[in-house]
């Protein structure tokens, strides 16, 4: 599913990512633990297409069988946007919308129509028991159901995979034993392949794998 050979990433003078190798298999689920500073949120921004390596010789990013580092910009977006699921610690929904409406804006942006999109929307926002909530806005939302928003919104265009900083950093511990519950839940009913990156050691030992990061490289 992610075959990534040799990646770099310099800012300035500073050498973050130092020729890191990685194979993910479909349906997989990957933890990616380490200290910070380790690279850990650059290589999880550079997976998920939201920044690029460094141009070095024997570097290369395929996702699903797609040479990501070949795509042209509109390519790459379009590729993101149909293929890449991404869930954050801070949840970054849109406050002024509803729930429904947060998660339909993925689905928008690749032109799926406004019913079909509205039906996905409300059969993954009861999926996630959230359907009595679909009319609220975030800020009427507890921190637990507005990060199950979150995962409605990466699941909407069903991306083979989902990517994840620091998910249940925001959580209480409740909320966040309920999430990584979910996440092998959604693994196992929809086939969805996950990294995530975690300081949370319950979830890092929950992963298929757990892979060690530390200056810059996989340990």
Known sequence: MIQ????????DKLHVLKGVDLHIKKGEIVSVVGASG??????????????????????????????????????????????LGFIFQFHQLLPEFTALENVCIPAFIAGKSK?????????????????QRASHKPGELSGG?????????????????IFADEPSGNL????AENLHKLFFRLRDEMGQTFVIVTHNTELADMADRKLV???GRIM
């Open 115 to 131: 019913q079909e999109t509205e039906k996905e929307a409300e059969r993954l926002l009861d999926y996630l028991g959230l359907a």
């Open 145 to 161: 159901e507005q990060q199950r928003v979150a995962v409605a919104r990466a699941l909407i265009n069903n991306p083979a995979v």
């Open 213 to 215: 990061m530390s200056d």
């Open 172 to 175: 209480d511990t409740a909320s």
């Open 38 to 83: 380790a690279g850990k949120t650059t290589l999880l921004q550079i997976l998920g297409t939201l920044d690029n390596p460094a141009a070095e010789s024997g570097t290369s990013l395929t996702i699903n069988n797609t040479d990501i580092l070949n795509l042209k910009d509109k390519a790459l977006s379009a590729f993101r946007n149909k293929e």
């Open 4 to 11: 990534a050979k040799n990646i770099h990433k310099y800012y």
